[in-house]
């Protein structure tokens, strides 16, 4: 009976068509597709939460809000979802008017860490 063994140069050249196909939808990596605010955005009313909107499930494990004018911290008031989410609201304090930045970091399904971050101008009262 004969054993059939591939070339090297068969399997190199299989590996190599492996690597340079594009990868499917199911091996992309999650991103947002909406933030509430909009990164961008002014507002008037300072807004009661923020809203994230991912294209895949994402376990959130930070979210951070800033001024970055002071660096100060605005701390969330409610917690953060922990399962996998496609969207999650997290409750904020009264904003004073002024720049702030919201950054996240999550892991997606695949397992790979994700992270982001937007910015939106709040301009109560002026």
């Known amino acids: 009976m004969k054993t059939y063994l591939p070339n090297r140069l068969a399997v190199v050249g299989l590996l ?7 990868a499917s939808p199911a091996a992309a990596h999650t991103k947002v597709d909406k933030s509430v605010p909009a990164d961008g955005a002014t507002l008037t009313d ?10 895949g499930k994402m376990r959130l494990t930070v979210i951070k809000i800033t001024r970055p004018d002071t660096a100060a911290a605005i701390t969330p008031q409610s917690t953060l979802p922990t399962t996998f989410v496609t969207r999650a609201d997290i409750e904020i304090p009264p904003l004073e008017s002024g720049s702030y930045e919201v950054s996240w970091v999550g892991v997606g399904e695949d397992g790979h860490v994700m992270n982001g ?4 101008h709040v301009t109560t009262g002026q």
């Open 16 to 22: 190599f068509a492996l690597a340079i196909l594009p």
């Open 46 to 55: 300072a807004p009661q939460r923020i809203e994230l909107q991912f294209a």
């Open 117 to 120: 971050s937007f910015k939106f």
